[in-house]
C-alpha cells in the first residue's frame, strides 16, 4: 500500500456491495467489513445529481454510529441518473425491463457519492461518469434479466456484466464509478485525508 | 447469442492474448483460437494513430492464409499513442519504467484495429479511447512492475490491474478497447458483416 501511515489505522467499509469489496481489496487495501444496521435511502425532494448519493453516503456514516480513535469509517452511495430523474434499484422483472428500456439508446449519469469519516472529521466526495448505450433489443434485454438478475443493481445493470461488453458505446469519466467506487479517486483522497 | 445467422459460421480469432480471448468469451460468442504463425508487426513510417493498428490487423488477417467457405475469422492489434509516437511493448524492465513514467500526469490514446474477414469479403474498424493517467510515484511503478510484470502489454500497463485501479482517472471511450478489443463495437460490427 502506498498510501503514508495507513497501516496506523483500521480502515472499516460499511458496504454489503460485493462490488465495493472487490474494488476495495484491487487496490490492496486491508479492511474490515462492519454493516450495523440498514439505513433508509431516502432524501430530500429538492437534491439533484451528485447530492443525492452524497447526502445518503453521509447519512450512512451518521447511522454507522461511534468510530474508535485510528478507525476509518468509508460508506459510498451510487445513483443512476436520467434527463433529471434518478432510476432506482428494479422493484421486480418488469421493472427492471422498463429500466433497461429507458435507458437503451441513450447516454446517462451515474454518480457516486463516499463520505471518508474518522472519530473527529469526515470528507466527503463524488464522481460521475456518463454511460453510452445503444439501442437495446428485447431479446437482448429479456436474456439479461434471466440470466444476470440485476435487481441489487441501481438502473438494473451492471456494466462489468454481459450487457455491458454489447451495449455499452463508451463512458466519460471513471469506469470503476459505473461498477459502485471511484476507487482512483478514493484513493487519492484516503491519502489527503490522513496525511493533509 | 443475438447475432442472427453466426450459429451458421465458424468463428476464427487469430490472437495470443488472454485478454481478448476473454472479452471475446464474455460476450457469448463460440469461437476458436488459432495462429498459424508470428506476423512481424513492423508498418510504413508514415502511418499515424488508429491506420497503424488497421494495417497491422489487416496484415495478420493476410499472412493468416486460406480462409474456408463459412469461416469467419478475426484479427486486432492495438497500439499505445502519446504525443504522435507509438508507445510499444516494453523490452525489459528498465523499459517498461521508461514508458510508465511517460504516461504518468498525462493523457494518451488507445487505439484499436479490427479486421473481420470470411473467404470473399473483410470489414476493418477501429477504436480510440483518451486514458488520463495521475501522476504516478516511483515507488508505485516499482511496486507494479515488480507484482505484475506488464511486459506483454502495450504501453506497459493492463487498466484491468492495480495500476488500472490507482493510477486511472478517467477515460473517454471504451474502457474494454484499453483492454485491447472494442467488445461492443465488434459485437455490431459482426451483425453487419454477417446480416448485411
Not at 489505522?9 to 454489503?16: D, G, R
Not at 445518503?56 to 451510487?78: C, F, N, P, Q, R
Amino acid at each position: 500500500m502506498f498510501i503514508p501511515n495507513i497501516d496506523d489505522y483500521k480502515i472499516i467499509l460499511a458496504s454489503a456491495s460485493p462490488r465495493r469489496h472487490y474494488l476495495l481489496k484491487e487496490i490492496g487495501l486491508e479492511f474490515e467489513i462492519k454493516l450495523k444496521k440498514l439505513v433508509e435511502e431516502s432524501y430530500p425532494d429538492n437534491l439533484v445529481k451528485e447530492e443525492i448519493p452524497l447526502h445518503i453516503a453521509k447519512k450512512k456514516a451518521s447511522s454507522y454510529g461511534a468510530i474508535e480513535d485510528m478507525e476509518i469509517l468509508i460508506t459510498a452511495d451510487t445513483i443512476v441518473w436520467l434527463n433529471g430523474n434518478v432510476l432506482q434499484k428494479p422493484i421486480d422483472r418488469d421493472d427492471a425491463e422498463r429500466i433497461l428500456k429507458e435507458l437503451s439508446g441513450k447516454c446517462h449519469q451515474v454518480y457516486t457519492g463516499v463520505c471518508i469519516k474518522s472519530s473527529y472529521k469526515h470528507l466527503l466526495f463524488s464522481a460521475c461518469t456518463d454511460v453510452y448505450f445503444k439501442k437495446l433489443t428485447y431479446a437482448e434485454i429479456d436474456f439479461y434479466i434471466n440470466n444476470f438478475q440485476p435487481f441489487d443493481k441501481a438502473g438494473a445493470y451492471g456494466i462489468q456484466e454481459w450487457i455491458g461488453y454489447i451495449g455499452v458505446e463508451k463512458i466519460n469519466g471513471s469506469f470503476f464509478n459505473v461498477m459502485g467506487l471511484p476507487i482512483q479517486k478514493l484513493y487519492t483522497e484516503l491519502d489527503d485525508f490522513i496525511n493533509d
